[in-house]
DNA sequence: GTCTATAGGGCGATAGAC
DNA sequence: GTCTATCGCCCTATAGAC
């Protein structure tokens, strides 16, 4: 396997470990184009490390476990994108939720990702899975809540409910609408969050 | 898209005579037995057989790939329950699918199980889940629909909604709210469920 | 530390024996 | 119609080369 010399703005590490890192990160942006490209499926270790150009084997050296390669996809590539397109402090909380589903839009193959990731964390046996979304539900609902708060103390969401109810209920109602958008791409998605933003501005 | 027949394309005529019929069907109570305790993992085809008491082949006789088996799986767990507690005509939209959530919460391990199929359909490769999925969200789509121009009629939902953006968004919510709850069991899905029934009832 | 080579055990699918 | 035997693929683990 030919030595891609990287120009590497990785802090210096010890010895060659700043060679690993880069190779690790070299790894995770191919991934992601194939993973972006064609979905989880047919994405064994071995067809994904064909397709990058490097073992199988040292797919294994860099993540633990197949599902540790994908968590760790699907994380590099969100960051990726709020990297390059971060959210607006303007914005309505299921605004939020919108730009970012129509962000994921463009991009199916991490829609589907994240449903696979997100079925595997829900049955035993799929520690990384489980974490990852354990930890995403929590941090989302809880910076979601925080801002359907500031919405409504700026009367943009009615101050009748509870915030972090919401949050839950926009954060499903999401997730659900992606998925079946996936399966019926003309289905109205986009109208069922504009009548949740809507049936939680008005005020009875 | 019309009924189609998961079984109806085979060469083989599997199931044609009557001791086939009942072999098949008990396979499957077993089956769900199987499925409603310990979700879909650690639900090999070989584990399966080997839990119901038939060998690996019989149960490949019967259900032509697993994707197939755990389809008719959930088909018929889903019948079951709906021939044991029917839906009540005099209950709202929203209330359905809240004595439905809270009816599934009884059996988590079917609910893993219609992740794993929604999540498997998502993807290329997948017919029988996909068929399966795309006929499930159509016609409970529909149904629901017709249930809250009945709301409307009745002053029970307002009526400047469209009623089939608010069945596709119950449904997403839904889903996704029985996903959060199946990883953290004390969040308020149930007041998230309420909160949307209490958007959808109130006129502004 | 990085990576290759290889072995073990389990999987879904299928051909062909009863 | 039923089921055994087998095939090729997969993930994981590990020993050791660079």
Redesign the pocket.
């Known amino acids: 396997?030919p030595d891609e010399t990287l120009d590497s703005d990785t802090p210096r590490a010890r010895?060659?470990?700043a060679?690993?890192?880069a190779?690790r990160q070299q790894i995770l942006d191919r991934a992601i184009e194939v993973f972006a490209s064609r979905g989880s499926a047919r994405t064994?270790?071995?067809?994904i490390a064909e397709e990058i150009g490097?073992?199988?084997?040292?797919l294994?050296?860099?993540f633990?476990?197949?599902?540790h390669l994908l968590v760790e996809v699907y994380r590099e590539a969100e960051r990726q994108l709020d990297r390059h397109a971060p959210h607006s402090v303007d914005v309505s909380a299921v605004g939020i939720m919108t730009a970012s589903a129509e962000r994921n839009r463009t991009i199916p193959g991490l829609v589907q990702l994240y449903s696979t990731l997100v079925a595997a964390a829900l049955e035993e046996g799929h520690p990384d899975a489980h974490a990852f979304a354990s930890e995403r539900f929590a941090r989302i609902r809880g910076e979601l809540a925080d801002h359907v708060r500031r919405d409504q103390a700026d009367g943009r969401v009615r101050a009748d409910v509870d915030a972090l109810t919401v949050a839950t209920l926009v954060i499903a109602a999401s997730d659900g609408l992606q998925t079946q958008w996936l399966l019926e791409p003309d289905v109205g998605h986009t109208a069922a969050l504009e009548l949740l933003e809507r049936l939680l501005t008005e005020r009875p």
Not at 44 to 47: E, Q
Not at 54 to 58: D, E, K, P, T
Not at 64 to 67: H, K, N, T
């Open positions: 396997m010895g060659s470990y060679k690993g890192l190779r064994s270790l071995r067809s490097v073992s199988h084997g040292a294994t050296h860099y633990r476990s197949r599902e």
